[in-house]
């Protein structure tokens, strides 16, 4: 039987909730689908970053190395900075194990109501498709003359040919796999040296797969067709700030933050990929076991189709849908009643039907 290897970081606030559902689901997919997991938990958070100064240790990459995937909650906490926590332990890894797959699906979910008008389950599903490793988000610039009149911030974008090809080529592959169809987010009339490369790269990877269909939009007005035509979309490609916004936006227009998965992936398997929930850390509800484990277990179904079990996947897929359908399995944040355990619980025991 097989057996993966998985560094568990629970992380802060609701992050220390939802990941032993997520644990608890995926325990019942390896009962099922004969897989063996083995999760070593670690630590890492801020609350470890107040009695240490550090969110992981300095060779915190070296220790997650030999694993096969990682398992995030979620880093984040009043009182220490949000840079902090994202500088010090999310983008080290995303970047260390150039993970340059941010991937959001994007699905309406029976049960789930849409804050947009006459949008109904299946009418909303595609992927937002991020690049994760440079771009917009760079710690090259800086600032001269703080404090006085002339003070002056720079931040430089970086988009390499290499960077743009490979998440190009993965959004168009990702497309040959559902319905051929990839947007490209630009906005190469405002920012005209790194986005009409990225049009440029588009145009040539777009060659390569003559069979999936095309089409761009500046970022601005990609933002209202999100709202307004979301079932015009399927594979969704864009920069890492771009993408960023975009994979806030489509969980919103689909529903409750609390369900929306994540994956930041490796595609080359060269290093562990890490799966976490859109959402934050959410102090605002932290400790009252409401928070809705969805997110979290869905983000596991990610992470056993990124190994390959694909029929363990589309179950656990399934049993959330399922679950979800029920009134009595939704928690406050989708307009039920019930508690993280509770929901983690129907959709393990779903599993093990
Ligand atoms: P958030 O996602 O934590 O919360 C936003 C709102 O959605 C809150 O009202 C919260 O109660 C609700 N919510 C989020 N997840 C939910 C769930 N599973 N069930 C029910 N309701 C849910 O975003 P916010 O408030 O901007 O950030 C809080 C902290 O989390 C910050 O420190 C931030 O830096 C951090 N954060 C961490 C992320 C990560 O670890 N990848 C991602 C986003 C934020
Ligand atoms: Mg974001």
Same mark, same amino acid.
């Given at each position: 039987?097989?057996?993966?290897?998985?560094?568990?970081?629970?992380?802060?606030?609701?992050?220390?909730?939802?990941?032993?559902?997520?644990? !608890?689901?995926?325990?019942?997919?390896?009962?099922?689908?004969?897989?063996?997991?083995?999760?070593?938990?670690? @630590?890492?958070?801020?609350?470890?970053?107040?009695?240490?100064?550090?969110?992981?240790?300095?060779?915190?990459?070296?220790?997650?190395?030999?694993?096969?995937?990682?398992?995030?909650? =979620?880093?984040?906490?009043?009182?220490?900075?949000?840079?902090?926590?994202?500088?010090?332990?999310?983008?080290?890894?995303?970047?260390?194990?150039?993970?340059?797959?941010?991937? &959001?699906?994007?699905?309406?979910? %029976?049960?789930?109501?849409?804050?947009?008008?006459?949008?109904?389950?299946?009418?909303?599903?595609?992927?937002?498709?991020?690049?994760?490793?440079?771009? %917009?988000?760079?710690?090259?610039?800086?600032?001269?003359? &703080?404090?006085? @009149?002339?003070?002056?911030?720079?931040?430089?974008?970086?988009?390499?040919? !290499?960077?743009?090809?490979?998440?190009?080529?993965?959004?168009?592959?990702?497309?040959?796999?559902?319905?051929?169809?990839?947007?490209?987010?630009?906005?190469?009339?405002?920012?005209?040296?790194?986005?009409?490369?990225?049009?440029? +790269?588009?145009?040539?990877?777009?060659?390569?797969?003559?069979?999936?269909?095309?089409?761009?939009?500046?970022?601005?007005?990609?933002?209202?067709?999100?709202? +307004?035509?979301?079932?015009?979309?399927?594979?969704?490609?864009? /920069?890492?700030?771009?993408?960023?916004?975009?994979?806030?936006?489509?969980?919103?227009?689909?529903?409750?933050?609390?369900?929306?998965? /994540?994956? $930041?992936? $490796?595609?080359?398997?060269?290093?562990? /990929?890490?799966?976490?929930?859109?959402?934050?850390?959410?102090?605002?509800?932290?400790?009252?076991?409401?928070? $809705?484990?969805?997110?979290?277990?869905?983000?596991?179904?990610?992470?056993? &189709?990124?190994?390959?079990? =694909?029929? =363990?996947?589309?179950?656990?897929?399934?049993?959330?849908?399922?679950?979800?359908?029920?009134?009595?399995?939704?928690?406050?944040?989708?307009?039920?009643?019930?508690?993280?355990?509770?929901?983690?619980?129907?959709?393990?025991? !779903?599993?093990?039907?």
């Amino acid at each position: 039987m097989k057996t993966y290897k998985i560094a568990v970081i629970p992380g802060d606030g609701i992050g220390k909730e939802v990941v032993p559902e997520g644990l !608890r689901v995926l325990e019942s997919a390896g009962r099922r689908f004969e897989m063996n997991f083995s999760f070593r938990h670690f @630590d890492w958070s801020c609350e470890t970053y107040a009695k240490t100064g550090k969110m992981m240790p300095d060779d915190g990459l070296a220790q997650l190395r030999p694993f096969d995937a990682i398992f995030l909650g =979620a880093v984040g906490y009043p009182g220490v900075p949000d840079h902090i926590s994202l500088w010090g332990l999310l983008i080290p890894i995303r970047r260390g194990f150039e993970q340059y797959v941010n991937l &959001r699906p994007v699905r309406l979910l %029976e049960g789930i109501e849409s804050p947009l008008k006459n949008v109904r389950p299946g009418q909303i599903d595609f992927c937002v498709v991020r690049e994760n490793n440079e771009g %917009e988000y760079s710690d090259v610039g800086g600032r001269i003359f &703080r404090g006085t @009149d002339e003070e002056m911030a720079m931040q430089q974008s970086i988009f390499t040919r !290499r960077g743009v090809d490979r998440i190009l080529r993965y959004a168009f592959e990702l497309a040959r796999t559902r319905k051929s169809h990839v947007t490209s987010a630009t906005k190469s009339n405002g920012i005209i040296h790194t986005m009409p490369f990225w049009d440029e +790269r588009f145009h040539a990877m777009a060659q390569e797969f003559p069979d999936v269909r095309t089409d761009q939009y500046h970022i601005d007005i990609l933002t209202a067709h999100f709202v +307004r035509h979301p079932d015009w979309f399927d594979v969704v490609v864009g /920069s890492n700030l771009f993408g960023d916004i975009l994979s806030d936006l489509g969980p919103a227009v689909a529903g409750s933050i609390g369900i929306a998965p /994540s994956a $930041n992936m $490796n595609p080359e398997r060269k290093y562990p /990929s890490m799966f976490e929930p859109v959402h934050g850390s959410a102090p605002d509800i932290a400790g009252k076991g409401i928070a $809705n484990p969805i997110g979290q277990i869905w983000s596991g179904a990610m992470m056993l &189709r990124h190994f390959g079990e =694909a029929h =363990a996947a589309d179950a656990v897929e399934r049993a959330i849908e399922e679950v979800l359908a029920q009134p009595e399995f939704r928690t406050p944040d989708v307009g039920g009643k019930a508690t993280t355990e509770t929901v983690g619980k129907a959709i393990a025991r !779903r599993l093990d039907k």
